[in-house]
């Protein structure tokens, strides 16, 4: 892929494609620049080795100084103490969960990929892998068919949905 100068991810509900320009936002790009369309999955988020580290110290403080709750010193410095490391656990804990979701997300979630001539790329996010398939298929059909003044599409990118001239498109993509 190109370099990050030139890779943009776009956050946009909808894209339009009438006649031969592709719009979104404050952008336009002339249909016959693309070069390429494709997808790919989104990179995993980092594990949070700092979660499993505060983890593990809440741990070993919380075990430490519950031994001295089990010979009957109950002074304030040890229960704070044992508090603090219970805090520890937990934040350790919710951590990792965080990530775990990101994990989650990132797995359900693809870009598209859009390549110009000029080596600059367009990056969208999708969570639908059935509309993504549609995306594509609509690209497909426009770079066979080309395009004409006629050619309208409008495709809402957060509601999964393609509309040509006004009309929701079914392209049975499996």
Known sequence: MADDSKNKVIATQNLTIRGHLLKW???????SNISMVSTASLPAP????WSV???AIGLLVTVRFAEALSYSYYDTPTIVIITVGVILI????????????SVQDSAEQKY?????NSGNVYSFIVRDQKFLQQMLQ????????GTTNETNFQIN??????????????????
Do not use: K, Y
């Not at 936002?25 to 249909?31: A, G, K, N």
């Not at 980092?46 to 080795?49: K, N």
């Not at 937990?90 to 979701?101: E, P, T």
């Not at 690209?139 to 068919?145: G, V």
């Open 46 to 49: 980092r594990f949070p080795v």
């Open 53 to 55: 580290i505060i983890f």
């Open 112 to 116: 598209l990929h859009i390549f110009l």
């Open 157 to 174: 990118v957060q509601g999964c949905e393609i509309r040509e001239n006004g009309a929701v498109v079914n392209l049975n993509v499996r």
């Open 25 to 31: 936002s404050d952008t336009s790009i002339q249909i």
């Open 138 to 145: 609509v690209f497909s059909n426009i770079f066979e068919s």
């Open 90 to 101: 937990s934040v350790g804990a919710v951590g990792f969960a965080a990530w775990m979701s």
